[in-house]
Structures are given as C-alpha cells and as structure tokens.
C-alpha cells in the first residue's frame, strides 16, 4: 500500500518551461488536493478535487491546470513556468474528511 | 485578512519545559481544527485535532479551542529535543469540501 506517491521529487526547470507534476494515490480516496509551499511559510491550497471529473480552484491557482481523469491520479499542471513558482508541491487525498489527509512526500520544484 | 495567523518564531523552550502554540482564525464558520507537525524536508503530520470548544488531550499534547475568540493553541508538555520542528495550525471550511487551510506555522526548538 504506497498511500500517496508524487512524481518527480526534484526538479529544475527554464523559465518559460513546461511541466506536470504527478500524483498518485492507491486508497481509493474521492478528495485530493495539490499545495504549495514558500520557505518558511504554511501551504497554500492551488486546487482540489472532489471526484473524478471535478476540479475547484483553491486559495493560488494562476498559472496551473489540473485535472481528474481518474480517482486514482491528480496531476498538477505548469505551463509557462516562473521563478515565483519556485516551491515545494505537496498532493494530498482524503474520504472527506479532514482529519484523514495523507500528503506525499513532495516534489522540490526550482526555476531558474 | 489572513485567514490564519500564527506567530512565525522561532520560539525557544527548554527541554521538559511546556511549549505553548497559538493560532487564530477569521472564519467563524470554521468547524474543526487541527494542528501538524513538520520537519525540516518532511510533509506535515497530523498530530492533534479537535472540534469543540474547550480541551482534548492526547499523551504530551493538548489541543485548546475557543470558538468564541476565534483561538485554537496547542500545549507540549515535557517538551523534549525531538518536538523541534515548525508546527503548522490548520482551519476546515465547513462549506468547502472538507478542504483545510494552513497558517504559515510557528518554529519550535527545544534547547536541552
């Protein structure tokens, strides 16, 4: 049972790059969730989605796409990435409720 | 208006001394509460959370919540060189899909 599984951990892309950032997970879990965090700071909720085929924004979702083809995949999408976007991305998913949450390990993501 | 609001720290407590955490937040919809704790490099760790006003316990940890101020803080009893991490308060949104909002989280280090 691998929970909740990100793909890459570390990644360095040119400004102006593109990139999806993978998640995964093997619990059947409806909610997932994708944030980021700055150093030294909290996470900040970019998108979740309740289901498959349902997406929401969250508190910063300007410049990334989601979507939810499947229960079991939550990719993240950058398309024209900037250095503001230099952060870790942490997934999550639950049943629902908000005190199951299980986060991935993160992808370390720095643009250059 | 932040929507939760820690004090960044670093807040410095000596070993079996008790850490106090606070925490306030803006929406008085807000129906449960919780609080993580993160290591350098690592994914948050749900480590105590609490929906109703007044205090729950759980080993060395104890969640206090008052709904009417708007506070939620959290007690470390024989704190302990292994506590030092940032602890990060977070708020579920009742109206939105059990989705969780983070402060930016306070730094603890235990001096022994």
């Known amino acids: 049972n691998a929970g909740v599984t990100q793909t890459p951990k570390f990644r360095i892309l040119k400004i102006g790059q593109s990139m999806t950032l993978q998640c995964a997970q093997d619990m059947n879990h409806n909610y997932m969730y994708w944030y980021r965090q700055d150093p030294g700071m909290g996470l900040k909720l970019i998108y979740y989605?309740?289901?498959?085929?349902?997406?929401d924004k969250g508190e910063v979702p300007n410049g990334y796409n989601v979507s939810r083809s499947t229960t079991e995949d939550f990719p993240l999408r950058l398309e024209l990435a900037a250095p503001s976007q230099t952060s870790v991305y942490f997934c999550?998913?639950?049943?629902?409720?908000?005190?199951?949450?299980?986060f991935g390990s993160g992808t370390r993501l720095t643009v250059v | 208006q932040k929507e939760v609001e820690q004090n960044s720290g670093p807040l410095s407590v000596p070993e079996g001394a008790i850490a106090s955490l606070n925490c306030t937040y803006s929406d008085r919809g807000s129906q449960s509460f919780f609080w993580y704790r993160q290591y350098s490099g690592k994914s948050p760790e749900l480590i105590m959370f609490?929906?109703?006003?007044g205090d729950k316990e759980d080993g060395r940890f104890t969640a206090q919540l008052n709904k009417a101020s708007q506070y939620v803080s959290l007690l470390i009893r024989d704190s302990q060189p292994s506590d030092s991490a940032t602890y990060l308060c977070?708020?579920?949104?009742?109206?939105?899909?059990?989705?969780?909002?983070f402060g930016s989280g306070t730094r603890l280090s235990i001096r022994p």
């Open positions: 977070a708020v579920n949104i009742y109206s939105s899909a059990s989705k969780i909002i």
């Open positions: 609490i929906y109703s006003n």
């Open positions: 989605s309740v289901g498959a085929g349902i997406t």
């Open positions: 999550a998913s639950s049943y629902g409720q908000p005190n199951d949450y299980t």
